[in-house]
């Protein structure tokens, strides 16, 4: 970053103090989104990991995201509005939140990706990156053996991602977005305990460090 300072990017999981910050996240990340995630659920539920993104180093301006004419803001959502007002759910003490992933254990062996969300202002940062190198990590660390998620079809990105890290599409669900009928990939990446993965994974994290510092 620039003026000689250095953005400091790590993850933990989820705790009650979070959720103000990671129902925004959600909501600015997926604004059409209904009905939103109720995380403090997810909190309590047996197969749920949520893990939380973290930055030391805030580059959130308000008052960058509120300069908008009347007309613009007018079309904003509820959660633009929110969130360009400069709500961010984060308060004076806390950390300041990201992003997050939201992870179901359906098995012994295999683990759902729900979702992974960053704030706008903090997008092609390496913090979806960050979050997803983070929850394959844990699963590998919980003896789990394959990861399965869905994305839009048109979220080139997203699936340019998950390619790197070894997920292959695997079908589609038609019409799967609420908001607009889009289908999904599915996309499936199996046998991440197997040295080969492993060394995989520390080449990218490699990589990723280098990019989370810059």
């Known amino acids: 970053m620039g003026d000689g300072i250095e953005a400091t990017h790590f993850t933990r999981l989820m705790k009650e103090d979070d959720l103000s910050q990671v129902s925004l996240i959600e909501a600015d990340a997926f604004p059409q989104l209904f009905p939103p995630t109720s995380f403090r659920k997810e909190l309590q539920r047996q197969i749920s990991t949520v893990i939380v993104a973290i930055s030391t180093v805030s580059s959130f301006n308000s008052h960058e995201h509120s300069n908008l004419s009347p007309q ?110 889009e289908d999904a990939d599915i996309m499936t990446v199996i046998g991440i305990q197997s040295s080969e993965y492993k060394a995989l994974l520390n080449e990218k994290w490699v990589i990723l460090q280098h990019r989370l510092k810059t």
């Open 72 to 181: 613009k803001s007018a079309l904003l959502s509820p959660s633009d509005k929110l969130y360009r007002s400069g709500n961010t759910g984060w308060k004076p003490g806390m950390e300041f939140l990201t992003g997050f992933v939201l992870l179901w254990n359906m098995s012994a062996e295999e683990s759902h990706v729900i979702s992974i969300g960053t704030r706008r202002s903090h997008r092609e940062k390496g913090i979806g990156e960050l979050l997803l190198h983070s929850a394959i990590t844990r699963c590998i660390n919980n003896g789990i053996d394959s990861i399965t998620l869905e994305v839009r079809v048109s979220n080139k990105p997203a699936i340019s991602l998950y390619r790197k890290y070894g997920l292959t599409r695997q079908g589609s669900r038609k019409a799967y977005y609420s908001d607009n009928h």
